[in-house]
Structures are given as C-alpha cells and as structure tokens.
C-alpha cells in the first residue's frame, strides 16, 4: 500500500482517538467552575456533591487524554521526519509554550482539584478548579495555533537547513495571531462546551429515568442545558466567522465543502448530497446562490471553484463535502436540542419528559461526531498540503520508514487503543452506576 496514505490514516487513528478526550475535559472543567462556584455563592450542599461526582469523571478522562496524546508526538519524529525538519522552528515554540504555561498549570493544580477536598479551604479548592479549568482552555490555544499556522502559514521565512528547507519565525506574534487562529479557536472551544454540556446531560438523563440521584441529576442538568445552548448556538457564530476567513485564505477547501466546481460562478449550498470528482458534478438538493449570499453577502456573487486550480492541487471533494455537511447537520441539531432542553426547563418540565431524557442520554454521541468530523473536514480540506502552499503531504514523510513497518505499527496501535477504550468505557461505567454520594457529606472543620 501508499506510504503516504498508511502514514496518514496511522496520525488519523491516534489523533481521533485522542481528540475524544481534551473536548470532554474542556467543557466539563468549565462545567466544575460553574457548579463549584453556586455551592461557594449558596452553600448548598448538594453542589458539592455533584462537584465532588463530576471531579472524579473529569480526573479519569484527563488521564486518558494525556496519555493518547503523548504518542502522537512521537510520529512526528517517525512517520513525518522531513515535515517535522520543516515546521520544527514554529512547532517548537508553540508546544513548548503549551507545556511550560498550559499543561503544567493544568497538571499543578489537579492533584488539589482530585484530593485536596478535606485539606484546603474551600475557596481554595475552588481557585484550584479555576486554574485547571483555565489551564485546558489555555493549553487548547497552543495546540490550534501551531495547527492554524499549518493552515494560514504567516510571521516566518523559509531558508535551507541540511538537504531541504525550514520555515523560521521571524514575528512570534503573527505566527500566533494567523489569520485563522481566532476563528479556529472559537469553534475549538464551542466544540468542546458542547461535549462536556451533552455528557453531563447524558448522565443526568440516565439517572432520572433510572430515579436515582434526582436531586443531583436535576441540578447539573439544568446547568448542562444552559452551557449546551449557548455553545450551540455560538458554534453557529463561529463556524460561519471560520468558513467566511477559510473562503479568503483556502478557496479550494470551501469549494469542496459544498462540491462546487465552476472556477468562477454563483455558488449554492447543499442540504445534502454526493460529489463525483471524477465528473467534476455534484448531485443532491440545493439551495441556489446561498454559499454565495453566506460568503459575499450577494446570492449572485461568484465564488472561487475547484476547476480554478489544476486538479494536483484539489482536496478529495466528495470526502470534504460529506463531513462538512455531517458536521453542519449535527451541529443544528444540537442546538434544536438544547432550545428544546432550556423550554421544557422554563416549563418546569426538562426533569419529567421521558422521551426527551432518552434522547439526552445519547446525545452525548453527537458533539463528539461533529468534532470528529469537523477535524478531518479542515485536515483532509487542506490536502494535498501539510503546510498551505509550503509543503505537500507526500513531500513531507520519513524517507526511512517503509509500508510495511507503518502496517504493524498501526495494528498494534488499533489493538491497544482498543483496549484502552474498553476499559475508559469501564471505568466510566462504574463511576457512573456508583454516582455520587447522597445525603449530607462530611465537612469537618471547614467554612464556606
């Protein structure tokens, strides 16, 4: 088989299975803050109750994030040597800042998150929650910059260094500040709140179908809808802001997003639908002249197509085209979801409804999906680049490493990821079926 597609399809396992858990923690580290600080403001104990619960589930998928996401580190020195040569400068220092400012705050300031309930005051425990919380907010800006520099590559030069070449920083804060940074960041996070809301609702579903910790459930349920609207609908907000800097920047990556062809025309949004890129037609139902109304303002606006650039330099339309518009299908969804959440909650009836606690108890599965498919929709929409108009993927592969080595590296990888998924979804199983502690907890010695 292609090294060059055994190569990505490896980077694309680990990295889908890592990105299950950084969302999760992100949004339900802001979820803690929240329910913290109403048994600070209240003193009611029924939030430390379930900031106790929540802490602990948090603890196990933090564990497991940072464990998946070591490895992929590891193939950047591996799979991708001539890429790595290349981008090392600005990754460095984007992942260095990562770990010295975000990843060790975070990590410092667990051990008093997990533990450190019956040993500090309360509003230091809650300062500490604070800290995590921002710590995974902040640790998501260095990873999106270094992944936005690849998409809308500025603030460096490139110059020759050994047999190739290497982008150098010349303005730290360009690399930075890219022009897609701001807006990547935005639905980066959205994404995430949107996981961490829907887990909780999930859980909390589960438990008043199952009548078992109602008074908990029914708190952070109402939390978690609140959360889940305003991140739906703010998910909307950014990922117009993102597709509209993407239409400047990555003409080619918004044609495939809705399969349109023609070099310069008026192009219209699909509501679904299938791209032949050999035929160069795109057949499905759709909206005339929205792309172009969404992009220029102007429904008769012409929008940049794929035959404007030779067909070496397309992404795979069809490919583009169908997670973009699962993304963007799920994505509505959630917010139907979530004003139906906060109606039947202003109603009085969100904790009752037996038919909407069993769509909330899998609607956990669909931020997930849509961040899944949002990533690959703007990795694969880049294509055939690594770095956008720098560096072609099949330019930047280890010359060493042969199909068959990357062959059973990726079985072995399938295998423990496997594995670990099993027994994350063990765990997780447990803590949930033991759910949190009900009655009053033991605080001695302790003032709000």
Same mark, same amino acid.
């Given at each position: 088989?292609? +090294?060059?597609?055994?190569?990505?399809?490896?980077?694309?396992l680990?990295i889908?299975f890592?990105?299950i858990?950084?969302?999760?923690?992100?949004?339900?580290a802001?979820? +803690?803050?929240?329910?913290?600080?109403?048994?600070?403001?209240?003193g009611?104990? =029924?939030?430390?109750?379930?900031?106790?619960?929540?802490?602990?589930?948090?603890?196990?998928?933090?564990? =497991?994030g940072?464990?998946?996401?070591?490895?992929?580190e590891?193939?950047?020195?591996?799979n991708?040597?001539?890429y790595?040569r290349f981008?090392?400068?600005?990754?460095?220092?984007?992942?260095?800042?990562?770990?010295?400012?975000?990843?060790?705050l975070?990590?410092?300031?667990?051990?008093?998150?997990?533990?450190? !309930?019956?040993?500090v005051?309360?509003?230091?425990h809650? *300062?500490a929650?604070?800290l995590?919380?921002?710590?995974a907010?902040?640790?998501a800006? !260095?990873?999106?910059?270094?992944?936005?520099?690849q998409?809308?590559?500025?603030?460096?030069?490139?110059?020759?260094?050994?047999d190739?070449?290497r982008?150098e *920083?010349?303005?730290?804060?360009?690399?930075v500040f890219?022009?897609?940074?701001? &807006?990547?960041?935005?639905?980066v996070?959205?994404?995430?709140?949107?996981?961490?809301?829907f887990f909780?609702?999930?859980?909390?579903?589960?438990y008043?179908?199952?009548?078992? %910790?109602i008074?908990?459930?029914k708190?952070?349920?109402? @939390?978690?809808? @609140?959360?889940a609207?305003?991140?739906?609908?703010?998910?909307l907000?950014?990922?117009?802001?993102?597709?509209?800097?993407?239409?400047e920047?990555?003409p080619?990556?918004?044609?495939?997003?809705?399969g349109?062809f023609?070099a310069?025309?008026?192009?219209?949004?699909?509501?679904f639908?299938?791209?032949d890129?050999?035929?160069?037609?795109?057949?499905?139902l759709?909206?005339?002249?929205?792309?172009?109304?969404?992009?220029?303002?102007?429904?008769?606006?012409?929008?940049?197509?794929?035959?404007?650039?030779?067909?070496?330099?397309?992404?795979?339309?069809?490919?583009?085209?169908q997670?973009? %518009?699962?993304?963007?299908a *799920?994505?509505?969804?959630? *917010?139907?979801?979530?004003?139906?959440?906060?109606?039947? !909650?202003?109603?009085k009836?969100?904790?009752?409804?037996?038919w909407?606690?069993w769509i909330?108890?899998?609607?956990v599965?669909?931020p997930? @999906?849509?961040?899944?498919m949002?990533?690959f929709?703007?990795?694969?929409?880049?294509?055939p680049?690594?770095?956008?108009g720098?560096?072609r993927t099949? &330019?930047?592969?280890?010359s060493?490493?042969?199909?068959?080595?990357? @062959?059973?590296s990726?079985?072995?990888?399938?295998?423990?990821?496997? =594995?670990?998924f099993?027994?994350?979804?063990?765990?997780?199983?447990e803590?949930? $079926?033991?759910?949190?502690?009900?009655?009053?907890? $033991?605080?001695?010695g302790?003032?709000?």
């Amino acid at each position: 088989m292609d +090294l060059e597609i055994l190569s990505r399809v490896q980077f694309g396992l680990t990295i889908g299975f890592h990105y299950i858990f950084p969302p999760m923690s992100i949004g339900l580290a802001l979820i +803690l803050v929240i329910m913290e600080g109403i048994y600070l403001k209240t003193g009611n104990l =029924l939030y430390h109750q379930m900031t106790r619960f929540w802490v602990k589930i948090f603890g196990l998928i933090f564990a =497991l994030g940072v464990a998946t996401g070591i490895v992929m580190e590891f193939q950047f020195g591996t799979n991708w040597a001539t890429y790595s040569r290349f981008v090392g400068d600005v990754f460095g220092s984007a992942l260095a800042a990562e770990g010295i400012f975000a990843f060790f705050l975070e990590s410092g300031f667990l051990a008093i998150l997990l533990f450190g !309930w019956d040993k500090v005051k309360p509003r230091t425990h809650f *300062i500490a929650t604070i800290l995590v919380a921002f710590g995974a907010h902040f640790s998501a800006i !260095w990873i999106v910059v270094a992944n936005s520099w690849q998409q809308t590559p500025t603030g460096h030069h490139v110059v020759a260094f050994g047999d190739g070449m290497r982008a150098e *920083i010349v303005d730290f804060w360009q690399v930075v500040f890219n022009p897609s940074f701001l &807006d990547r960041i935005g639905h980066v996070y959205m994404g995430a709140w949107q996981a961490g809301a829907f887990f909780v609702i999930s859980v909390s579903a589960f438990y008043l179908l199952r009548k078992k %910790h109602i008074e908990q459930a029914k708190g952070a349920i109402k @939390i978690a809808v @609140i959360v889940a609207l305003f991140a739906s609908v703010m998910q909307l907000v950014t990922g117009h802001s993102s597709a509209s800097t993407v239409a400047e920047t990555q003409p080619a990556k918004l044609a495939a997003f809705e399969g349109h062809f023609p070099a310069d025309a008026p192009a219209g949004a699909y509501l679904f639908g299938w791209v032949d890129d050999d035929a160069e037609k795109t057949y499905g139902l759709e909206i005339p002249g929205f792309l172009s109304f969404l992009v220029h303002g102007d429904a008769d606006a012409p929008v940049t197509g794929l035959k404007a650039f030779p067909p070496e330099d397309r992404p795979p339309a069809n490919l583009v085209f169908q997670s973009y %518009h699962i993304m963007v299908a *799920i994505g509505m969804t959630l *917010i139907l979801l979530s004003l139906i959440g906060v109606y039947h !909650w202003w109603r009085k009836r969100l904790c009752t409804n037996q038919w909407l606690l069993w769509i909330f108890i899998f609607s956990v599965l669909l931020p997930q @999906i849509a961040n899944q498919m949002g990533w690959f929709t703007a990795e694969v929409g880049r294509q055939p680049w690594i770095v956008y108009g720098l560096l072609r993927t099949s &330019d930047a592969l280890s010359s060493s490493v042969e199909p068959g080595q990357v @062959i059973l590296s990726l079985i072995m990888f399938t295998l423990i990821y496997l =594995l670990l998924f099993v027994l994350f979804i063990y765990l997780l199983n447990e803590k949930i $079926q033991h759910g949190p502690v009900d009655g009053k907890p $033991q605080i001695e010695g302790r003032k709000v």
